[in-house]
């Protein structure tokens, strides 16, 4: 048989019996919008990570207290730390030669109360250099002020949220904030920001450290922030803080100094691996598939005893019989798996109008993998049918006989 005359039988074939190409065509569809959703989720997932990772820069230096023994991955959030990072530690390190900016932060949860309002708020302790080495911009009034680390003053910044929860239609800056004990005028508003770091700086009010330290009765530090001038100098200026923190902490290497680069190396491995193992998981709904169709095929060749007697009556060789069986789930599984694709396309996309911080795409070697995986294995299941079909004798199959023996 030539090329058209097999297309034009099995189309024929699929058109004849509707339900079962049917059946078999939202199987193999289902396994490859599966594959692509999920897949699709895992990359949107990394590039938020990523883009709240690349907020800091590739020149910021992280330091945390705590030495971590294990290199190569992710520090844990809290360590225990012999000595504490303190202001003057920051101090000194503002001093190195390389070093651009350096931020300390003081972190907490603390009650804001305006005019008989009040809520609990993320109230950060920094310095003017937070919202350099952050990015952040004010949509109205000013940064903190320049200030030595370890002086006090009463002022802050709120976020865009939070002047709308306290203050309403009122204008914000220059008024008077209620935070714990202790009152803070309002300086300046930041812009809209988003969340970061699992962190709604929207909801936020940022004031000098020192006063962050009195309110939260602590000494040491959460984190230090440090911002390189040159890139190419990250490595030197990372050693050299490890230097000059284990000499002001008498020898003692407690401290951990992680680059951006480092976080975003061993954050990226682990999101590659979730999303291949989702892709794993997903390509399941493929093996349903593919074991569907070869139950199927079993039925459809009980069924078809006597057509397949009179195609090798008519002279039709056992593998001519054998490449129209594989030709038809090849066919179906093709349309199909493209029609899941298109259809993933489509969910994505309302996905991303539906969602507007992270946004979906399933990458392309999952597109191509699901469609050549779907066709993969409509092959392999449905080998042994045709295998079985390409062995019946024509005479008997004429007479129905290997029907029974079949079913």
């Known amino acids: 048989m030539l090329w058209p005359d097999i297309v034009g039988f099995i189309t024929h074939v699929l058109s004849r019996h509707r339900f079962r190409t049917i059946v078999l065509w939202v199987a193999i569809a289902i396994?490859?919008?599966?594959?692509?959703l999920l897949t699709a989720l895992g990359e949107g997932a990394k590039s938020y990570v990523l883009k709240e990772f690349n907020v800091l820069g590739r020149n910021t230096l992280i330091v945390l207290p705590g030495k971590k023994e294990t290199t190569g991955g992710m520090p844990p959030i809290t360590g225990e730390s012999p000595r504490p990072l303190t202001l003057k530690d920051a101090t000194s390190v503002s001093r190195l030669s390389g070093v651009n900016a350096v931020a300390p932060i003081v972190v907490g949860n603390l009650e804001a109360s305006y005019a008989g309002k009040i809520r609990e708020v993320l109230t950060v302790g920094s310095s003017r250099d937070f919202f350099i080495i952050r990015q952040l911009n004010v949509a109205q009034g000013q940064m903190l002020p320049v200030l030595d680390l370890d002086k006090s003053e009463a002022v802050c910044v709120i976020g865009n949220k939070l002047r709308k929860e306290l203050f309403k239609n009122e204008p914000a800056l220059g008024q008077w904030i209620r935070l714990a004990d202790s009152r803070f005028r309002v300086i300046g508003v930041l812009k809209k920001g988003g969340t970061s770091f699992g962190f709604d700086m929207d909801d936020v009010i940022i004031i000098p450290v020192a006063n962050a330290q009195s309110l939260f009765n602590v000494d040491g530090l959460f984190r230090l922030f440090t911002e390189?001038?040159?890139?190419?100098?990250?490595?030197?200026?990372?050693?050299?803080?490890?230097?000059?923190?284990?000499?002001?902490h008498e020898g003692e290497e407690d401290v951990t100094v992680i680059s951006q680069d480092a976080m975003l190396s061993s954050v990226q491995e682990i999101l590659d691996t979730l999303t291949i193992a989702v892709a794993g998981i997903a390509s399941i709904s493929m093996l349903v598939a593919g074991i569907l169709i070869m139950n199927m095929m079993m039925i459809t060749v009980s069924q078809r005893v006597k057509e397949i007697g009179l195609l090798k009556a008519l002279g039709a060789t056992s593998s001519t019989v054998r490449v129209l069986f594989l030709c038809e789930a090849g066919l179906i599984a093709t349309m199909a798996s493209v029609s899941g694709l298109l259809l993933s396309y489509l969910i994505i996309l309302f996905a991303n109008m539906y969602f507007s911080e992270i946004q979906f795409h399933s990458p392309w070697w999952a597109q191509c993998g699901s469609i050549l995986l779907a066709i993969l294995f409509a092959l392999v299941f449905s080998w042994l049918p045709a295998q079985r079909a390409s062995t019946l004798s024509p005479v008997e199959a004429l007479q129905g006989k290997q029907q029974k023996e079949i079913v």
């Open 31 to 36: 396994g490859v919008v599966a594959v692509n």
């Open 228 to 248: 390189v001038r040159i890139y190419q100098e990250l490595d030197s200026v990372k050693r050299a803080i490890a230097e000059l923190l284990k000499e002001r």
